[in-house]
């Protein structure tokens, strides 16, 4: 059974208010709950209408209804499982791997898509920008597909931090140097902007290498959408 | 004004069965309603708040208030203009490009952003499976952000058309030889299958060339997103 206190915490946490004042965040769907179940992230509680389908200690584990289940979750059509998990604490950024830096992204299915894209590619840290969507909003949990849970995600002043990391600061713009003729290190940081404004003045002031995506044929696109941008991009960085 | 009997059409073409049966498709916004203005697309009707906004003959033009507006709106925030325009008449594939087909793709956000990419990377000739969204689709119309005005896009069945082209066929799947090696000719046609399933065996039977995108370092994700993936293939093709 679910009683109307869990059910009043499961609903708050669909804002980013009560997820920083609980610390917990709530995802939905059978994969993705098993990732995290397996990765270093606390389980709270998981509410399942089949227990079978989770290996976890008894005490966190809460066998429900469908009916029950309708009742907590967001989703329209319920996947068998909600769970609620701590939210972990940022490790401090190592630099010397490649980094991925969001300035201020503002839609879910943006970000979400590119944890999914940092996990791919082997990157496990990814800095984001104040203004950036909080990555336990539960549609970029969705779109990460499981990915959040193998990576460190670290909100903070993006000017500051950046100014003071010693490794190439390679900014994405319309008008940087093709990026298939651009050398990349076995470290930098990959900075991508917001989906309407790109990347600030303020942190074009600090970046090290401005890099674009060329255009082919006659193609009058003014640009791609912020997530398939840094598919390429990683994909340039990793291919070598 | 809006007349009653122009709202149950705009209405009406929400469902592909009436967009076929009247050949007709509606498109939102200043932005993309302008692109497909300048195209060879034929326009129908537009209809909007601000006429100043559009260069184009009086008769197609008809100036309306922000509350017919949301009458006849799709949108939680109109923008300024619907449009009507006429669905043109695909032409034949011309294999002697690239060509992009797709093998069941479902979601309208993905088809509109393989579409944005193929105007980016060039490509102007995508082959569709006939299960595949349909791209006059609303939330397909979206994505594309006006690419849609410079794509010729046919729908037809995909094993005929794949059978008789004499190119050489990239099938994309998880265990294919990988792409960062691969040399592309100046032509071919790139597959890319359903978000779920991947290509289905009847293509994969025919396909010339099986190709992935490696995975780097620890990361456990199972699979990419098919528009971020089709970013990557699409740059390596084009990159040279």
Not at 172 to 184: A, I, L, V
Not at 214 to 238: C, M, Q, W, Y
Request: net charge neutral; charged share 20%.
């Amino acid at each position: 059974m679910v009683v109307k206190s869990q059910i009043k915490l499961i609903k708050s946490l669909l804002q980013k208010k009560y997820r920083s004042q609980h610390s917990l965040f709530v995802v939905e769907g059978v994969k993705t709950v098993r990732e995290l179940l397996k990765s270093d992230i606390l389980s709270y509680q998981v509410y399942t209408t089949d227990s079978s389908l989770f290996n976890v200690d008894e005490s966190l584990i809460q066998q429900i209804t469908e009916k029950e289940l309708k009742q907590i979750s967001n989703l329209k059509s319920p996947n068998k499982v909600l769970g609620i998990f701590e939210i972990p604490k940022p490790k401090t950024i190592d630099f010397s791997n490649w980094v991925v830096a969001l300035d201020d992204v503002s839609d879910p299915g943006n970000l979400g898509t590119i944890i999914r894209l940092c996990d791919w590619f082997g990157i496990s840290n990814l800095l984001c920008s104040k203004n950036t969507v909080d990555c336990y909003n539960p549609k970029v949990l969705q779109a990460t597909m499981g990915s959040i849970a193998r990576m460190n995600i670290v909100y903070d002043d993006l000017f500051n931090v950046l100014k003071n990391a010693d490794v190439p600061i390679f900014g994405t713009f319309m008008d940087g140097k093709n990026c298939y003729k651009q050398d990349f290190n076995e470290s930098g940081i990959l900075v991508m902007g917001n989906e309407a404004n790109g990347i600030s003045n303020k942190i074009d002031a600090i970046c090290t290498n401005r890099i674009s995506i060329p255009h082919f044929g006659n193609s009058k696109t003014e640009s791609l959408n912020v997530a398939t941008a840094t598919a390429i991009f990683l994909s340039e960085i990793r291919r070598g």
